[in-house]
């Protein structure tokens, strides 16, 4: 007999979100997603050609009717604290509503962040200061689409003292996430992080209850066992160490999640590795994506700069002609195709595609510029990349591996800021102030 995890129907009101403090930790290296990390966090990396990855977590904050988020930073977060200031600066502080960037600080020790019980650890006098009743902690890199406010009312209701976010997924993932073991009373008994073997769901042999990141804690209980826990025992992760220490002496509960994408399976990914991201990226440009950006209900905001409409250029007949083409993709504001043929791509704002360039299943992100008669295909090209004319990406794994990060799906990577020729050399990194220049300069014809 399968598990029963009962959860609220309801969000709880204003009064009951206004006693709540709310931490999204946004530090993390993501080396797993190197190159695209290569200069930024990972919550900092654009998805979907408009967003970054923290714009999910954050518009989950305010859908969910949060107006007080901290944001902790650490690993190259200079980009990612302009995306908050730029983008979600939009909230009225004279009413107490904020979105604030904390940067890691040595506040304790002279250690950075240790882990995510650290981060929260070194914050404690941010808890101390707002003295609300609870404190949600948040992961700033998933994809996924909940209102946090059913959380806090399962958790009231069943008068909890931690409650984790729990959704299904596959037992093969087990060693990517932390597994919970819950009673008939959905209550957590066990707790492993990464386990090498998972015990799955009962009633359900092929799936397991993964950790979400997601943790919501009394206030009383994150003093009482955070503090000695960390200060003392030198305990620095919460999947890893704090919770599976509470077990037994807390009352912990597992919140199954409920999907605001109203999508079967629900939809919730940690794109943690560059397959997984492409795959994500890839979804979106599906006849029926598995994940809704168009869902005027659960809107996903971000900052949007002002950049001219997109446009094609270019219609000569006949095949092998002049002719801006755009089939099965998402298109940026910015965009010029301009003779050249997209297919099931996604085009970040100020992507240029010359002249009879072909490009398909790619995500290319912002500012690159594509040469004339370049073919690229099943790549990830990062920001202000100028591929050369006459380039070819993607046809030729083995070649493209001597110069360029291919994933074992055969994806190949390009890191930010290079121009790739077709000389098979390795890429040269763009000077910044060669970058700058051009970033602002007129459009040239192609």
């Known amino acids: 007999m399968a598990v029963s995890m009962e959860r609220s129907q309801h969000s709880v009101g204003l009064r009951e979100l206004d006693r709540l403090t709310t931490f999204i930790l946004a530090g993390g290296k993501g080396e797993r997603l190197h190159p695209l990390t290569e200069n930024r966090a990972k919550p900092a990396v654009t998805f979907g050609g408009i967003y970054r990855i ?58 950075w962040y240790r882990g995510t019980a650290d981060a929260i650890f070194q914050n404690i006098y941010t808890v101390e200061r707002e003295n609300r009743d609870f404190v949600l902690i948040l992961a ?86 955070l503090i000695p826990a960390v200060a003392h025992d030198n305990m620095r992760d919460f999947g890893q160490e704090i919770l599976p220490s509470l077990i037994g002496k807390r ?65 000569d007949p006949g095949e092998g002609a002049r002719r801006g083409e755009v089939l099965d993709s998402l298109m940026s504001s910015g965009c010029i195709v301009s003779g050249g043929h997209v297919r099931r791509c996604i085009l970040s704002p100020r992507v240029r595609i010359n002249s009879y360039a072909h490009v398909e299943e790619s995500v290319l992100m912002n500012g690159v510029e594509v040469g004339r008669r370049a073919r690229i295909r099943r790549a990830i090209i990062d920001k ?11 046809y030729d794994l083995e070649a493209d591996r001597k110069r360029f990060t291919v994933t074992e799906g055969g994806v190949v990577v ?13 890429p040269t990194w763009i000077d910044p102030v060669v970058r700058y220049t051009r970033g602002r300069s007129a459009v040239k014809s192609s």
């Open 140 to 225: 700033g890199d998933h994809i996924y689409k909940m209102d946090y406010s059913k959380m806090l009312s399962f958790h009231l209701e069943h008068q909890a003292d931690v409650t984790i976010g729990a959704v299904e997924m596959p037992i093969s993932t087990s060693r990517q996430f932390g597994v919970l073991q819950v009673n008939d009373g959905f209550e957590v008994t066990e707790f492993a992080e990464k386990p090498e073997v998972a015990r799955p769901i009962p009633g359900k042999p092929d799936s397991i209850y993964a950790s979400m990141g997601i943790y919501l804690f009394n206030k009383e209980t994150l003093f009482e066992d």
């Open 54 to 111: 923290i714009d999910f977590t954050l518009s989950n904050c305010i859908n969910s009717g949060i107006r007080r988020v901290y944001v902790l930073t650490q690993y190259k977060s200079v980009s990612l604290a302009r995306h908050i200031k730029e983008g979600w600066n939009m909230l009225p502080s004279e009413l107490g509503e904020f979105i604030e960037v904390i940067p890691a600080q040595q506040r304790y020790g002279e250690s």
């Open 251 to 315: 009352r912990i509960l597992a919140y199954e999640f409920e999907d605001e994408n109203h999508r079967v399976p629900p939809y919730w990914r940690d794109i943690g590795t560059l397959d997984a991201f492409y795959e994500a990226n890839m979804d979106l440009v599906s006849v029926d994506p598995q994940f809704n950006l168009y869902d005027a209900r659960w809107p996903v905001r971000s900052y949007q700069p002002p950049f001219p409409p997109a446009k094609t250029v270019f219609a």
């Open 414 to 426: 390009i890191p930010a800021s290079r121009v790739v020729g077709p000389d098979k050399t390795i």
């Open 384 to 394: 202000y990349c100028t591929i050369l004319p006459d380039t070819v990406i993607g």
